[in-house]
């Protein structure tokens, strides 16, 4: 038995007995028969970033063929800001490969993610998910290459405080129960992500947690593994789904929020990166960081600070990205660095057998690492549009591989120290700066977006839409936030769902 499918979790893939890329309308069709399945639901992600969700009944087998087969109506205009009110209907067809079993529905219901279509048939050209698949097209055109990438969903579970065992406040980074309250409720978010077909790495506390007014505030991370970026875009939507759902029915309440309070730790949805050729890794060559992971990370840095405006949505943003928080404020990148833009973690480069040497009874063996390596940026938060933020990172790597100077420019931009040290003063003094509000992303963006509608990847409507929002926002009123905390209150409270 091919072992992607007997570990996996998802119920459509035991039951087919096949990967999801190779689910048909057929399968689809076989496997409601099969287990009495009386509803499908439509799940599409809209403008604010949330999914939308779209119920039928199934009368009988014809329905059933036709609602997969030719998708059903929706209103685009009260999805997205860009489609005008009169010509706002759009096409809503099901993508096969996303068919999960709903796991918080009574009666037996199947999912599954949809692409938006226009009137003439044709992939809808602003839509999230044919902005992110144009990205990566563009990229593996222009570079030969395959852009994977996994996030790390940061968040916090908000549960009324028992006064057993509290965290240490700000220390609760891989805390175990029963110091962590949520353990429980994060492992069970797993099983169900996991069963609607995300590639889990691993799942943990992390460092935020303190209290207030009676109230826990634990700060927890799932962690993704590298795929296919349109998967990953899918999986981080329909995780942050699953986690609110099952929040609400143990009671808790669950923000993506980038920063709730003064003082402690924000969330942030940092995105790995890997490149492939023919399955395998070019993100290491001899020991150390490919001349093809520089340009890419070149590309970020000449893009990184029009990128904020696909992953950092909202004033609140803002307030994370500052100084001394492990969250990026220069546009620079390092190895195993916290203080930088973009981070490479460690990528088991050594060729020492590790696990021999803590189990002794083990023979060394040779196994092939090199998928290991990935780079991380680490300014998005959870109020970002994951496609388009995705889709950003696709654009600017290849904006890397176009660039001439790429590799001088990730010289320029390396640094190896704790850029916030008094120390280095000098060198932070050379670096640029990301934006510090919506408005100034906004104009980032509108300066660069030549380069982000190169190829046809993002619509003028969709940057014209993206900068608009962020322009809507008042600057002023979060400049006075940062130094009155009801005020900063009043704000985060507005943002407190955002994604």
Not at 97 to 126: N, Q, W, Y
Not at 132 to 151: D, I, Q, R, S, V
Not at 394 to 401: K, L, P, S, T, Y
Not at 438 to 466: H, N, T, W
């Amino acid at each position: 038995m091919d072992k992607t499918i007997e570990f996996n979790q998802n119920l459509v893939v035991k039951s087919l007995q096949k990967p999801p890329h190779e689910f048909t309308r057929a399968d689809i069709i076989k496997f409601v028969i099969e287990n009495d399945i009386k509803m499908v639901n439509f799940m599409y992600p809209a403008a604010d970033g949330r999914l939308k969700t779209l119920n039928f009944v199934i009368n009988n087998l014809e329905y059933l063929e036709t609602i997969l087969s030719c998708g059903e109506r929706v209103d685009g205009s009260s999805l997205f800001p860009f489609v005008e009110a009169g010509s706002s209907d759009l096409y809503v067809i099901p993508r096969y490969s996303t068919a999960f079993v709903d796991p918080f529905s009574e009666i037996p219901t199947l999912t599954m993610l949809c692409s938006f279509f226009d009137k003439d048939g044709r992939p809808l050209d602003s839509a999230p998910d044919t902005t992110l698949k144009k990205a990566c097209n563009a990229f593996t055109e222009t570079t030969g290459l395959e852009f994977y990438a996994m996030g790390e969903l940061e968040y916090y579970v908000i549960s009324d405080d028992d006064g057993y065992f509290p965290t240490t406040d700000q220390r609760g980074y891989h805390e175990s129960a029963p110091f962590a309250k949520c353990t429980d409720f994060r492992q069970e978010c797993m099983k169900y992500i996991a069963q609607a077909g995300g590639a889990i790495k691993y799942g943990h506390s992390e460092v935020g947690n303190f209290t207030l007014n009676g109230r826990v505030y634990e700060q927890n991370e799932i962690e993704f593994l590298p795929v296919p970026a349109s998967h990953a875009a899918d999986q981080l939507v329909v995780a942050k789904w699953i986690i609110r759902n099952l929040a609400y029915r143990y009671g808790y309440d669950i923000t993506f929020a980038p920063k709730i309070t003064v003082g402690k730790a924000g969330s942030g949805l940092h995105i790995h990166m890997r490149f492939t050729r023919d399955g395998k890794s070019v993100m290491t060559e001899n020991g150390r960081l490919s001349d093809d992971a520089r340009r890419a990370i070149a590309g970020i840095m000449t893009l990184a600070d029009s990128l904020t405006a696909f992953g950092n949505t909202n004033p609140t943003s803002y307030f994370r990205l500052v100084p001394h928080q492990e969250a990026p404020t220069n546009i620079c990148w390092g190895d195993r660095n916290r203080s930088v833009l973009v981070r490479v973690p460690l990528g088991w480069t050594s060729d020492v057998d590790m696990s021999a040497v803590a189990n002794p009874s083990e023979k060394p063996i040779e196994v092939d690492k090199s998928l290991k390596q990935t780079f991380e940026i680490r300014s998005a938060d959870g109020s970002a549009d994951v496609y388009q933020l995705l889709a950003g990172l696709a654009v600017a790597c290849r904006h890397g591989f176009e660039m001439d100077d790429a590799l001088q420019v990730a010289q320029r931009t390396y640094v190896d120290v704790n850029i916030h040290d008094a120390a280095n003063a000098d060198r932070l003094a050379q670096l640029e700066q990301l934006p510090v509000n919506c408005r100034q992303s906004a104009d980032r963006l509108d300066a660069k977006r030549s380069i982000f509608e190169k190829y046809g990847v993002f619509s003028p409507a969709m940057i014209d839409g993206i900068t608009a929002k962020l322009r809507a926002y008042d600057a002023t009123e979060a400049e006075a936030a940062l130094n009155d905390t009801d005020k900063m209150l009043a704000l985060v409270n507005r943002h407190f769902h955002c994604g």
